[in-house]
């Protein structure tokens, strides 16, 4: 766990209760739920680690001198030998022996990424980067919209959560891992990233063009109602969300309404600390807010909430959650509808139920690894097909384009 450090107390209100010391967690994100500890062994070199008892590598080494002997390019027309052992196209085999094996595991959140691939992961975890502004994964073996994130070219070019990427620029997407997408996605500002794109209710794909730009994550949002219902919204969960949200707590409390929406849709998930640390101000110390479940390769490990538990039973609240909802922002719905601190309205979330775990390869790259299930507080599994919210809400593009928002309007009226 992260550490943490107190703040001063401040003001009461109606919704807290007298004790009012805030702390402040850390997390940052990208589809990634669990901060990486980083257990392999970075600086090792590959003859320094004994090969795997009863696996004969000898096909591979086979294969390797084919290559080195006979392969020749087909897209160079030369006569002259094309040299084949330099060392960065061995370093690139050696790379492509990796994806090769994350991807015999059919695991659509296990994957390779090599030095380009693993500075963008880097710079993504940071909150800012150049692109177009959406999370994206392998569901059902498609590469599917996580979310869009709100205010980037990807939605404002119309992108919706759960569209299916079919071609990124003509190129067929199928067997195409996240890493590998994620490059042929990104790109320097300015430039067109052309999408290839099927949505649930049309009778063909469109293709639906972005301009790239530098993406500054939205994280946390406030806005207070006309009507007395105060809104946080959360975009994303990376390295700076828990003070955001503590931030936003504090404008909550001296706004001195009792309404809260937590706004998390679109909001496509971030590290597991993240959940925890915002989850521990609606919940007294020791309350699971979820366990970590590694199917015997190692002990469950069970997350509590800190209990920092500033709010008493006035405080009304509702959680927005769409199918844009995924990972962290799943586990923080779960808990707080378990311990009936609110009720989820809107869609199904996106429905990933899973832990990943980064681990060092290089001190260059890294191998994304799928470890764990997620377990709800009830302990069951956050389901694969998603959570369904209490009160099923939509929303239509017709609704967006004039400014209306159906969900919001659907959560502020259980406050009546």
Sequence with gaps: MPETRPHQPFWKSAALTTALVFIVGFTSGFLIERQAVHRGASNALVGEIAPPAGVDLSPVWKAWNIIDTNFV??????SSPIA??????????????????????????????????????????????????????????VLTVVSPLKGTPSEKAGIKAGDLILKI????????????AVKKIRGPKGTTVILYVFRTGWKEPKEISVVRDVINVPIVNTKKRD???????????????????????????QSGNTKLILDLRGNPGGYLEAAVDMASWFLPSGRIVVTEDYAGHENNVIHRSLGYDIFNKNLKMVILVDKGSASASEILADA?????????????????????ELFDITPETSLKVTVARWLGPDGQQIPLTG??????????????????DPQMEKAAELFK
């Design 169 to 180: 620029d003509g190129a067929d997407t199928k067997g195409l891992d996240v890493g590998a």
């Design 84 to 141: 084949t052992t330099t060392a960065a196209r061995n370093q690139d085999r050696v790379w492509g022996l990796i994806q090769g094996m994350a991807g015999s595991l059919n695991d659509p959140y296990t994957f390779f990424l090599p030095p380009v691939e693993n500075t963008s992961f880097a710079q993504d975890m940071s909150g800012a980067f150049e692109g177009v502004g959406m999370e994206i994964a392998v569901k059902n073996e």
């Design 73 to 78: 390019p087909a897209a160079v027309a030369t």
């Design 336 to 356: 707080l509808r378990y311990w009936k601190i609110g009720k989820l309205v809107g869609t199904d979330t996106f429905g990933k139920g899973v832990v990943q």
């Design 387 to 404: 959570l369904i919210p209490d009160v099923m809400a939509t929303t239509t593009d017709e609704a967006i384009k004039a400014g209306d």
């Design 227 to 253: 009507d007395g219902i105060f809104v946080i919204s959360v975009a994303q969960f990376t390295s700076n969300s828990p003070d955001l949200f503590r931030n936003a707590l504090r404008e909550f409390v």
